[in-house]
């Protein structure tokens, strides 16, 4: 059959999270995007309650790719966008399958319209506390439900897959891990400054890349790195994140490290930006409490960084004997680890990062779309 008369694949997705500066799940959904560069089988309907964010703008050099930015009242917050706008802007188009890129499902979503959720963690159930009370509820409320209409489930771990076992009845054989694929050709070591505003950096420096966030546990590191510095005054951080739902408390004592000049925080960053980081730092810290995968962990390893993280599952999985891994909750075992490596910068064995190539992901979704488009129509 003739590329013109082929019939594509229409796929609409969850696009908010592409509608804000770079952050974990925008990133992983542009990772599956850019896997279908190109592709002619595939048609990516972005249905947003606002404009795609500049950030993500390489994803329009694939023509297959579509923007669809709701309007009027229901379209002005993200939630009732969902809701109640979303399901019927779905029904002007031919949509031959739904992909639920932050677990969940709008409630209207029509039963002839297969349904893919990609997990990413388990936070409302494992730490609720760490969220916004609105964010938990709607969690809670939108879970269950869109679980139980799931045809397939995306997995971005091992370790999310087995949560998923453990804490619903959703059947093993309709999971399966798609990790956050990376391309080893992206991975371009930057030496020159590409902006002014990152150009006066110090040499040494350690990064953590993240969304400042009560899980992240950025108030445990900030105490370790206060003491550190009292020991080694030319220490030096550098965090890239935007500001997410933190406490006010912390994030007004960020803010004032950061005006102070004792850290350098960048609340976005262009993606030309971020490679130079990562090319530049001597280091790479993450000290989260809780993770479903580890973008910026990957992308570390990927840049051959030294990292020290949390000894958490799933960042042993990604990891494995390529980190050094400590107690999230400890502020001496992140302070005398920082400060270890600054005494003698410790090497590790190369990590294995195959099995995270973004091709292989970007096969296994073409598959599972193809195969649940194929049995819904036959």
């Given at each position: 059959m003739?590329?013109?008369?082929?019939?594509?694949?229409?796929i609409a997705l969850d696009a908010r999270p592409l509608s804000t500066p770079v952050s974990g799940v925008g990133r992983l959904i542009e990772s599956v995007l850019k896997g279908f560069d190109k592709d002619p089988d595939f048609e990516f309907y972005l249905f947003s309650h606002r404009p795609?964010?500049?950030?993500?703008s390489d994803l329009f050099k694939n023509p297959n790719i579509k923007p669809v930015i709701g309007q009027g009242?229901?379209?002005?917050?993200?939630?009732?966008?969902?809701?109640?706008?979303l399901p019927f802007q779905l029904r002007k188009y031919e949509i031959d399958l739904f992909w639920g890129t932050q677990q969940v499902f709008p409630l209207f979503l029509s039963k002839n319209i297969p349904g893919v959720l990609t997990y990413h963690d388990f936070v409302a159930y494992r730490f609720p506390e760490t969220m916004r009370p609105i964010a938990r509820f709607q969690q809670l409320f939108y879970l269950r439900r869109s679980i139980q209409r799931a045809d397939?489930?995306?997995?971005?771990?091992?370790?999310?897959?087995?949560?998923?076992?453990?804490?619903?009845?959703?059947?093993?054989?309709?999971?399966?891990?798609?990790?956050p694929g990376y391309d080893?050709?992206?991975?371009?070591?930057?030496?020159?400054?590409?902006?002014k505003r990152i150009s006066k950096l110090p040499k040494k420096f350690f990064l953590t890349v993240s969304t400042l966030e009560p899980r992240k546990n950025f108030g445990t590191l900030l105490k370790a790195y206060q003491k550190a510095k009292k020991e080694r005054f030319d220490l030096v951080w550098v965090h890239a994140g935007k500001e997410g739902w933190e406490s006010p408390e912390f994030l007004a004592e960020f803010r004032k490290v950061s005006g102070s000049g004792e850290l350098c925080w960048f609340d976005f960053v262009n993606e030309e930006e971020l490679k130079y980081l990562y090319s530049k730092a001597s280091l790479f810290v993450f000290p989260s409490i809780y993770e479903g995968f580890g973008i910026p962990l990957l992308e570390a390893l990927a840049y051959s960084l030294p990292c020290i993280v949390s000894d958490l599952e799933v960042f042993r999985e990604i990891g494995k004997k390529s980190c050094v891994y400590v107690s999230p909750e400890s502020e001496e075992d992140w302070?005398?680890?920082?400060?270890?490596f600054q005494k003698k910068k410790f090497k590790f064995p190369k990590a294995d990062l195959k099995r995270f190539e973004r091709k292989?992901?970007?096969?296994?979704?073409?598959?599972?779309?193809?195969?649940?488009v194929s049995s819904k129509k036959s």
């Open positions: 003739s590329n013109i008369h082929r019939k594509k694949y229409k795609i964010h500049e950030g993500y009242l229901f379209s002005k917050k993200g939630g009732i966008y969902f809701v109640f706008y397939f489930i995306l997995a971005n771990s091992e370790f999310t897959s087995s949560e998923i076992l453990k804490y619903t009845s959703f059947p093993k054989e309709k999971i399966d891990i798609i990790y080893p050709k992206e991975i371009q070591k930057i030496k020159t400054p590409p902006t302070k005398n680890s920082i400060l270890d292989k992901s970007a096969a296994l979704v073409k598959k599972i779309f193809r195969d649940l």
